[in-house]
């Protein structure tokens, strides 16, 4: 079998934990009165699929995305997820469509109800209210494509998108990864031995970034390398400052300093309001930062200095504005922070508040680069 260079066969390690992953129990909360929901995620996606098959959708294929497949692919199992990212290649060619695919989805639900529930009395708008968190519809020439998020009070959500076209399937090269499901469905229909180290099904996984070698090397060495960030709906500000907190550093330097602006401007146009800029942030730190506040100030401090120095698209008082809606958003979480520890950058060192281990503060001797873009010497602390 011979793959494209973006594309590479999961070993027998790498296709025991997607195993695991497809045979836990999820939990999707319900709202209100509403019971919680336990779903065998392997008898979900079966349900979906069927649904779908049954309106008469045509299927292409069925993939595991985003952090959950970067967990699968990576040395040693090391990069940690939450939300549970699913890609169903499907038809859509009219709003009907549409409707029907959240019709599926939502009736899909009533299958895992206890049994002592009536369900006679309950229909999609009723679910919708009760177990949707979010949901999306894109429909431009370019892009094709819906998304439902079922909510989970932890955070660990149960994201479906349903893809006619996308053009853009990634943020940065380490959530560029999608496992292709339907061998091993098809393995679990037709064979009752379980796999074995010399007996297991083809399962491939691939880089919609590029290289899967090189995507991979990003993704154990905790690099941070994207291509044309103004392709992506916000940027990719959010989630690069996120990989920040996360201790990951940027591939190349010199480069990223460029990117930055680029992510800002995306950002600003695509949430140019400073009503829609607070929504978006209380939103994002609500669903990555979970009851942790530490976490959360770390990130608002991270955010503020990449925008206070990237951002050329705005008006003066537009960056004061936003740069203000950061601030009150940190002051907000800065209690539970109690210390200021040394922190040390280029070849000097400096009392600020807490800040990350990121690649700003990573210390001359371990990095070959030199950090003195990423020094802190210049930034007020704002909180």
Aim: proline share 4%; aromatic share 12%; glycine share 4%.
């Amino acid at each position: 079998m011979e793959l494209k260079n973006n594309c590479q066969v999961l070993t027998f390690n790498q296709l025991t934990r997607l195993h695991s992953v497809l045979n836990q129990t999820v939990f999707i909360h319900g709202r209100g009165n509403f019971p919680t929901l336990e779903v065998p995620l392997k008898d979900f996606i079966e349900t979906v699929t069927a649904g779908l098959k049954e309106e008469g959708l045509k299927v292409r294929d069925l993939r595991l995305n985003g952090s959950t497949a970067s967990n699968i692919l990576s040395t040693e199992s090391n990069c940690s997820y939450n939300d549970i990212d699913l890609i169903f290649g499907v038809e859509i060619r009219s709003n009907l469509h549409l409707q029907q695919i959240k019709c599926v989805v939502l009736n899909s639900l009533l299958n895992f109800f206890p049994s002592e529930v009536p369900k006679d009395r309950i229909n999609s708008c009723i679910l919708k209210e009760a177990y949707v968190q979010k949901m999306v519809k894109v429909s431009t020439d370019n892009d094709r494509w819906s998304l439902i998020s079922l909510w989970n009070n932890q955070g660990k959500n149960v994201e479906l998108k349903f893809v006619d076209s996308m053009r853009r399937q990634f943020e940065f090269s380490v959530d560029s990864f999608q496992i292709i499901l339907d061998s091993l469905f098809g393995f679990y229909k037709l064979s009752p031995v379980p796999m074995k180290p010399n007996f297991f099904p083809t399962v491939v996984a691939e880089s919609v970034y590029g290289d899967i070698k090189l995507a991979l090397y990003h993704l154990d060495n905790k690099l941070i390398a994207t291509r044309n960030p103004e392709e992506i709906r916000g940027g990719g500000l959010l989630k690069y400052c996120n990989l920040l907190v996360r201790n990951y550093v940027p591939e190349n330097y010199e480069e990223i300093k460029i990117l930055e602006r680029y992510m800002c401007s995306r950002f600003f146009i695509d949430f140019s309001d400073i009503h829609q800029q607070q929504q978006k942030l209380e939103s994002y730190l609500a669903n990555h930062f979970i009851g942790d506040e530490r976490a959360q100030y770390e990130y608002l401090m991270v955010l503020y200095h990449i925008v206070s120095s990237s951002t050329v698209c705005l008006m003066g008082h537009e960056r004061k504005q936003t740069l203000r809606l950061i601030d009150f958003l940190g002051k907000q979480h800065r209690g539970e922070v109690s210390y200021m520890p040394m922190v040390v950058y280029s070849d000097k060192t400096a009392s600020y508040p807490f800040v990350p281990a990121s690649g700003y503060m990573v210390p001359v001797s371990t990095r070959s680069q030199t950090l003195s873009t990423y020094a802190y010497n210049s930034l007020v602390p704002c909180f």
